[in-house]
């Protein structure tokens, strides 16, 4: 089973806060939770940040981990830190996947991003972000700006063979 997110969805949004989430999408939160098995529910954590973050970014239980690991590695009490847990933690949200197939997501979720009728799902390797399909369009490439490293008109795959960070 693969572990990484691959490709996109549109997806209607109820009045209850209920999207079905790709199927795809399922199968890697199905093989990123340690404690799944076949007729449970996967679960996940949905980490929707502060107020700079349009969207809302979706991990499994390994890929949370990983980043909790990554944070207990910085000093205790230093801001770093304290700024990650606040991110990681405080601002995130804790769920399962339903019988169906569907998120459930409170409404402070849903008007935290401005959700109306339809979610965007996009894949980001071992994570996805659900977005307001309007605003996905407006910032796609827009904190993406021409320097040295970096040229938003370009193909990025010219960047897969570029230098590597150690």
């Known amino acids: 089973m693969t572990?990484?997110?691959?490709?996109d969805?549109?997806?209607?949004?109820?009045?209850?806060?209920?999207?079905?989430?790709?199927?795809?999408?399922?199968?890697?939160?199905?093989?990123g939770d340690p404690e799944w098995k076949e007729g449970l529910n996967p679960n996940l954590v949905i980490v929707y940040g502060d107020k700079s973050r349009n969207f809302l970014e979706c991990f499994t239980m390994e890929a949370i981990a990983e980043v909790q690991a990554k944070i207990r590695k910085?000093?205790?009490?230093?801001?770093?830190?304290?700024?990650?847990?606040?991110?990681?933690?405080?601002?995130a949200y804790p769920t399962s996947v339903d019988e169906t197939g569907r998120l459930v997501l409170?409404?402070?979720?849903?008007?935290?991003?401005?959700?109306?009728?339809?979610?965007?799902?996009?894949?980001?390797?071992?994570t996805f972000e659900i977005w307001n399909p309007e605003t996905?369009?407006?910032?796609?490439?827009?904190?993406?700006?021409?320097?040295?490293?970096?040229?938003?008109?370009?193909?990025p795959s010219i960047y897969l063979d570029g230098d590597e960070e150690e």
Not at 3 to 7: A, D, L, S, T, V
Not at 9 to 29: C, E, Q, W
Not at 136 to 155: I, R, S, V
């Open 74 to 91: 910085k000093p205790r009490g230093s801001k770093q830190r304290r700024a990650l847990q606040r991110l990681y933690n405080g601002n």
């Open 136 to 155: 996905y369009e407006q910032e796609e490439y827009g904190d993406l700006e021409a320097d040295d490293d970096f040229d938003p008109n370009a193909d």
């Open 3 to 7: 572990r990484e997110f691959f490709g």
């Open 106 to 126: 409170p409404k402070k979720l849903i008007e935290k991003i401005g959700l109306d009728g339809i979610a965007y799902f996009i894949a980001n390797g071992d």
């Open 9 to 31: 969805a549109h997806n209607k949004v109820d009045a209850k806060g209920r999207v079905s989430i790709p199927a795809s999408f399922r199968r890697v939160l199905q093989a």
